[in-house]
C-alpha cells in the first residue's frame, strides 16, 4: 500500500513514517507543507493519503477542499488538534474520508487506514491516455512515446495531464494556475509560458505540429 503523509511536525511525522514503514509494511512518501502534498497526491497515485490540518503554505482542509473539486477520489484521512465537534464536521464536509483528533494511538490510525483501503476507491483519472504517439499512464506517473520513456517533474505531468483530461476545451492561464499550483500561489501566467515551453521541448516531434496549442490572449489547448 502507498500512503502520502502530510505532517509539519516533525517528531511526529518522522515516528509515523517509521511505524507505517517498520510496522505496516506500507510504501510511505512524508511531505512538510501543503503545496507538495497537493501537487503529489494529483500527480502520483496512492491509496491513502493522510493530511494534517494545520500544514504551511496549504492547510489540510484546503488540500483536501482542492483534491476533491478536481475530481480526486482516493481515500483521505485529517489529523488535528482541533476536537470539538463543529470541527470535526469541517473536517469531513471539505471531503475528508476519517477524521482522527490528536494525541492518538497509532494503533488506532492503522486500523482506520485499513478500512479505507478496503474500499474500492478508483484511481485519480483512470490509468492509460494514448494521445497520438503518446502514452500516459497516471497510476504510474509515466509517459512513453513509442516505448520510449520521457521524462517529467511532478508539475509538468500534472500541466499535461490537466491539459489532456480537458482535451478539445481552452484552459485560460488562471485555470491552469488554480489547478497546478494552486490558488494562492504566489506566481504569475508566466509560469504557466514556462512550463508550456519546458513541455513542448519533451513531448513534440521536431518539424511535426506542436501538441499544446496556443490561443493567443486566453490560454492553451490540446486538440489531438
Known sequence: ????????????????????????????????????????AL???YDVLILDWMLPELDGITVCQRLRKSGYTGAIIILTAKDNVMDRVKGLDSGADDYLTKPFEFEELFARIRVLA????????????????????????????????????????????????????VLTREVILD???????DVGSNSVDAYIKLLRKKID????????????????????
Open 179 to 185: 489547478r497546478v499550483w494552486g490558488y494562492h500561489a
Open 118 to 169: 478496503r474500499r474500492n476507491f478508483a484511481p485519480l483519472h483512470g490509468d492509460v491516455f494514448i494521445l497520438g504517439n503518446l502514452t500516459i499512464d497516471r497510476t504510474k506517473h509515466t509517459l512513453h512515446r513509442e516505448g520510449i520513456e520521457i521524462s517529467l517533474t511532478p508539475r509538468e505531468f500534472h500541466l499535461l495531464d490537466l491539459l489532456i483530461r480537458n482535451k478539445g476545451k
Open 205 to 224: 516531434v521536431p518539424g511535426e505540429k506542436t501538441i499544446i496549442s496556443s490561443i493567443r490572449g486566453v490560454g492553451y489547448s490540446v486538440e489531438k
Open 43 to 45: 500527480s502520483s497515485h
Open 1 to 40: 500500500m502507498k500512503i502520502l503523509l502530510a505532517e509539519d511536525d516533525h517528531r511526529l511525522g518522522k515516528m509515523l513514517e517509521h511505524m507505517l514503514k517498520r510496522k505496516e509494511g506500507y510504501s510511505v512518501e512524508w511531505y512538510t507543507n501543503g503545496n507538495e502534498a497537493y501537487e503529489y
